[in-house]
C-alpha cells in the first residue's frame, strides 16, 4: 500500500541548533513530493515541491531535499518562529497522500 | 491568506442536527478538495472536483454530501454525524486536478466539534 511517514512525531530544538525532518514514501509512481507548515487551527501553507531525485530547494532556513526514497526537511539555525507541524504529501494521480507530520518546538 | 477561504471557522452541532460548511476560492482554479484532519493523524481526502464534476470518493459515509455549483465554490453538507467525525475540515483548491502535479493551496479550516 502507498505510504507516506514521517519522522520524528515531534522535535524539540533549541534557538540555532539545527537538525532534519524526515519524510519516507512506499508510493509507486510518485508524481511530487510537497511539503507544507501547519500552525496551530491553520490549513496547511504551501513551502516546496519536488518532483525528481537529487532536487533540492532553499527558503530561509529550510531545505527541502529528495532521494528515491525519502525526502528531508533540513533547518538552519531555527528561530522560535519556525515552530509549527510540517507535513509532507507524496502525489500520485489524484490523489496527495500525506504523513502524520512532526510537530517541531524551537525553544529560545 | 491564500485565496481560499472557509466559513464557518467553527462549528458545533448535535448528531440530529444539519449544517453546511462553505468554501470559496479567488485563485481562479479548477480543482477543489475537501480533506478531513483528525488529531495525529495523516489528512485524508474526502473528495475532489474538476471543472465541477467530482472526480473522487474516498470511501466517505453518506452523512457527507458535497456539492460544487461553480468552480469557486465548495460546499460540505453534514447531517446525522457522529461524535467521531470531529475533526478540522480543510478545504484547497489547485489549478487543476493534482495528477498535473499543480501545488494545492488550502483554506484556514473549520474546526467541528459533534456531540
Not at chain 2, 50 to 60: A, C, I, P, T, Y
Amino acid at each position: 500500500e502507498d505510504q507516506v511517514t514521517q519522522s520524528p512525531e515531534a522535535l524539540r530544538l533549541q534557538e540555532g541548533e539545527s537538525s532534519s525532518l524526515n519524510c519516507s514514501y512506499t508510493v509507486s509512481g510518485l508524481r511530487g513530493l510537497f511539503w507544507y507548515r501547519q500552525d496551530p487551527g491553520k490549513g496547511p501553507e504551501f513551502l516546496f515541491t519536488l518532483y525528481s531525485a537529487g532536487e533540492e530547494k532553499e527558503k530561509e532556513r529550510l531545505k527541502a531535499t529528495l532521494t528515491k526514497k525519502e525526502s528531508f526537511l533540513h533547518i538552519t539555525a531555527p528561530k522560535p518562529e519556525d515552530s509549527a507541524t510540517y507535513l509532507c504529501a507524496g502525489l500520485l494521480n489524484n490523489d496527495m497522500r500525506f504523513g502524520a507530520g512532526t510537530r517541531l518546538t524551537v525553544k529560545p | 491568506e491564500t485565496g481560499v477561504t472557509q466559513t464557518p471557522r467553527h462549528l458545533v452541532m448535535g448528531m440530529t442536527n444539519k449544517k453546511s460548511l462553505k468554501c470559496e476560492q479567488h485563485l481562479g482554479h479548477n480543482a477543489m478538495y475537501w480533506y478531513k484532519q483528525s488529531a495525529k493523524k495523516p489528512l485524508e481526502l474526502m473528495f475532489v472536483y474538476s471543472l465541477e464534476e467530482r472526480v473522487e470518493n474516498n470511501s466517505v459515509p453518506s452523512r457527507f454530501s458535497p456539492e460544487c455549483p461553480n468552480s469557486s465554490h465548495l460546499f460540505l453538507h453534514l447531517h446525522t454525524l457522529q461524535p467521531e467525525d470531529s475533526a478540522l475540515y480543510l478545504c484547497a483548491s489547485s489549478r487543476r486536478l493534482a495528477g498535473g502535479t499543480d501545488t494545492q493551496y488550502f483554506g484556514p479550516g473549520t474546526r467541528l466539534t459533534v456531540l
